[in-house]
């Protein structure tokens, strides 16, 4: 029970990693966001969109994890409690103190990963806009030269 605890612990590491390592790499992306032509901002928001799932899916998922390693925990510790047995209100209040933390980084992982999340979706969605723009004015002016030769 105790190596499924650690497996938890770990496995909520590499997501808060990995998440983060998402959220860096389009924060650089982010400061290279082409200008100029429609296409090559067409396949930057392409490549932008990749990975945001990842986020996403951190910050569903976050809490879940954090509840499975507090329940193993509560689990570990009743199992050494009734093995010892209870000596006091302290111990017992110590360790499930200790399993709860477990909840809170999942708490905490979830909000982290769900406000970066938006950002950049939102940033998607705002340079998406910013696209339109830029194809409705380049018609716009191919009607207005048409009509005019």
Not at 104 to 120: C, D, E, N, P, R
């Amino acid at each position: 029970m105790q190596t499924v605890k650690i497996a938890v612990f770990i496995l909520m590491f590499l997501v808060f990693f990995y998440g983060n390592y998402i959220v860096f790499l389009k924060l650089l992306s982010l400061r290279r966001k082409p200008n100029t032509e429609p296409v090559d901002l067409m396949r930057w928001l392409l490549d932008f969109k990749k990975g945001l799932w990842f986020l996403d899916f951190s910050a569903t998922t976050s809490p879940l994890l954090g509840l499975l390693g507090t329940v193993i925990g509560l689990i570990i510790a009743f199992v050494e409690l009734g093995r010892k047995g209870v000596a006091g209100a302290g111990e017992i209040s110590g360790a499930i103190g200790l399993a709860l933390i477990a909840t809170a980084v999942g708490i905490a992982m979830s909000l982290w990963f769900y406000l970066w999340y938006k950002f950049f979706i939102s940033k998607h969605h705002q340079i998406k806009e910013e696209l339109k723009v830029k194809l409705l004015e380049e018609e716009y002016e191919e009607t207005k030269a048409s009509v005019n030769a």
